[in-house]
């Protein structure tokens, strides 16, 4: 219900520095935010996943009830929520800030910049 009501309002609930920084990605990234409907931590983390989604079309992001899901929940290894995965690989426990979450899609979705051949000498 909150991602529909930050939908209508189409204004970003995210910081503008996470603005900003989201326009640095370059190339698609893939969130997934484990929750259970009874564990209260989980839906910060999933707002939060999908106000980024909706910032940044690089980046798309699935709230994936763990119940509901059972194989996926065991494909991930999912032993307790909230549980973000990003990019299929990186997982992160627990909660995390605006701040930290960012850290982690930058770091999926932004290619480091290839270091000049040195020259041989």
Known sequence: VEDIKTISRGVSPLAMETRKQLRRLDQPVHIQVF????????????????????????VNADVVEAQEFPSLAQHYGVRSVPLTVINE????????TEPQLLQRVLAAGVAPIPSPATGGG
């Open 35 to 58: 929750v259970t409907p009874s564990d209260t931590d989980c839906p910060g983390v999933a707002r939060l996943a999908h106000a980024i989604a909706l910032e940044c079309p690089d």
């Open 89 to 96: 690989y990186t997982k992160v426990p627990g909660t995390m």
